[in-house]
């Protein structure tokens, strides 16, 4: 693992406030000059730290008014029938994110949709159709509480 110092962990709170800050911005921001905040920002994007610059829209506005937390248990847990599942899920433009769990569910999916007829679509043409699922267990959002893509870094060194 990289090691990053507080300057660094400076540029990556400043980036993962708005991505689209360029590097005089950001060193502005983090009270360094333009040539070493680019070095460090080079540095830290050959690190694989920054998977990728990315855009946040608002899914009201653009028709996905629907979140819904799905729980999945699959009926068996090979090797074979695992990978056909998450290629399966993978596929799914519904789904925006899938996590393979320990407890009580195998998968957690995020799935984002316009409405309850298009997460019913979704449920019974979709997902349904898949191979070896045992239960679907649906979760609707009613009001996000609290989202966050920005992880917590330490800026106190």
Known sequence: METFDLTDMKILRALQDDARLNTKEIAHKIGLS?????????????????RQYVTLLDAEKIGKALTVFCNVSLQ????????????????????????????TYDYMLKVAVADMKSYQYFLTNK????ENIAQVHSSFVMTPVKYTTSYPLDLSS
Do not use: N
Request: a positive charge; charged letters at 30%.
């Open 34 to 50: 333009v040539t070493p905040t680019y070095e460090r920002l080079k540095k830290i994007e050959r690190s694989g730290v920054i």
């Open 127 to 130: 997902l349904a159709a898949v």
């Open 76 to 103: 068996l847990h090979s090797q074979k029938l695992i990978r056909q599942f998450e290629t399966a899920i993978r596929k799914m433009e519904e789904v925006m994110e899938c996590y393979h769990l320990a407890g």
